[in-house]
Structure formats: structure tokens, C-alpha cells
């Protein structure tokens, strides 16, 4: 079926650096990528809707200057967190749906970030 | 922002047992999903019913819809301790895009 890889699975960084965050579709081209954020034992919040080749559209309450995101091509997505506080510590999902399929989406495994 | 409840939020449950989660959404929708979260991993499709389905049966899995309601359930029979993760329903958001999740049910089968 299809797959979307996120990578790294975990990362580690200190407080005032930025940390990018890839999520590719392996099977097929994405023009809409989706990245939500997961904190423990709550359920997903979307960020924002990556759009490949334009802006991003940002969840209220998103800052679109800290969570960077760029949609360059039809299988990749990323994201950036700027200047990472330990308050942006959390579990960053990626998701994309095959525009050909039906309505299920795919996911990423998932990143881990934590910021000390 | 998150479309609606789920309960209970915590499930224990014997191996064999049947685990019945319920999801109750706020909007109008084409179509709900059910997904499954292992610990610190991603999510996996489980299942996806109509708004014009009333019940949806795939291997152990069954799942109802009533729109009058704006509720819907996920029935897993005779558990196995393998089925422990977190399961959450999701419907589309006002574009149609993205997902948005119900705040999900922690099932919890003990061997």
C-alpha cells in the first residue's frame, strides 16, 4: 500500500536551534501534505495543510514564522521548527493522501522532539 | 482544532473480551474514519463509513453511524493483546483536506 516516510524518527536539540522535519510519499504524488502535532496521551492537532508549490495554510493559533513548512516537490514536505523552546517538545505528525485513492489518509511514523 | 468526543477515554479489557469505542463529531460529514495509534507511532487506517452507511463490518471490526446523532462506535471482538493501542475517529475538516481527531480511546487488553 501506500507509504509515507517521515524522517528522523527522534531528534534531540538545544533551546534556540531549528530542527527540519521530512515527510515524503513514497508511492505517489502528493500535492497536499498535512502536519499535525501530538502531546502525551492527547489526540492530533493539526498545524497546518501543506500546499506543493504555494503557502501553506496555518491552524489558528499556528505560528507560520516558528513552524516553517515547504512543500518543494510532489513527494516531500518539511518542517521547521525555529528557534526550538522545550515547550515545543512534542510528537510531529506528518500525513498525505493519494489524490487518486480514496479518502484514507497516510502517516508518517512520526518524530520525536525534544528540546533541552 | 478537534471535531468531537470519544469514550471512554480508557478501555481495560480481558483477551476475548469484545472493546466498544463510541465517537460523537459536531459538523455534517461525507464519511468517518476510525484509526489505530501503537505507542509513539504513526496512525493506521482501520476503516471508513459513509454518511449514508448505517454499520461497516471488516474482519473483527465493526462500526456504526447515526448522523442523527452525529455518533459513531467501533466494536472490536474477541480481543487479542496485540489490539493495545490508542484508536481515534476522524472526520474532514470544513475544506475537506485534513483530517481533525476525536481526542481518541485508550484500549488497554491484558493476556
Known amino acids: 500500500g501506500a507509504v509515507v516516510s517521515q524522517h528522523p524518527s527522534w531528534v534531540i536539540c538545544k533551546s534556540g536551534t531549528s530542527v527540519k522535519i521530512e515527510c515524503r510519499s513514497l508511492d505517489f504524488q502528493a500535492t497536499t501534505m498535512f502536519w499535525y502535532r501530538q502531546f502525551p496521551k492527547q489526540s492530533l492537532m493539526l498545524m497546518a495543510t501543506?500546499?506543493?508549490?504555494?503557502?501553506?495554510?496555518?491552524e489558528q493559533g499556528v505560528e507560520k514564522d516558528k513552524f516553517l513548512i515547504n512543500h518543494a516537490s510532489l513527494t516531500l514536505s518539511t518542517l521547521t521548527v525555529t528557534s526550538a523552546h522545550p515547550e515545543d517538545s512534542s510528537f510531529y505528525i506528518c500525513s498525505a493522501r493519494n489524490p487518486q485513492g480514496n479518502t484514507e489518509a497516510f502517516f508518517g511514523q512520526g518524530t520525536r522532539l525534544t528540546v533541552v | 482544532s478537534q471535531q468531537g468526543e470519544e469514550d471512554p477515554q480508557a478501555l481495560s479489557i480481558q483477551e476475548g473480551e469484545n472493546a466498544t469505542m463510541n465517537c460523537s463529531y459536531k459538523t455534517s460529514i461525507n464519511n468517518l474514519q476510525w484509526y489505530r495509534q501503537n505507542s509513539g507511532r504513526g496512525l493506521v487506517h482501520l476503516i471508513l463509513?459513509?454518511?449514508?452507511?448505517r454499520e461497516k463490518h471488516s474482519g473483527r471490526l465493526r462500526v456504526t453511524l447515526d448522523t442523527s446523532k452525529k455518533s459513531s462506535s467501533l466494536l472490536i471482538t474477541a480481543s487479542r493483546a496485540a489490539d493495545t493501542a490508542s484508536y481515534f475517529c476522524?472526520?474532514?475538516?470544513?475544506?475537506?483536506?485534513?483530517?481533525?481527531f476525536g481526542k481518541g480511546t485508550t484500549l488497554s487488553v491484558s493476556s
Open positions: 501543506s500546499n506543493e508549490g504555494s503557502k501553506a495554510t496555518y
Open positions: 476522524a472526520t474532514a475538516n470544513q475544506a475537506g483536506t485534513a483530517l481533525i
Open positions: 463509513i459513509r454518511s449514508n452507511e
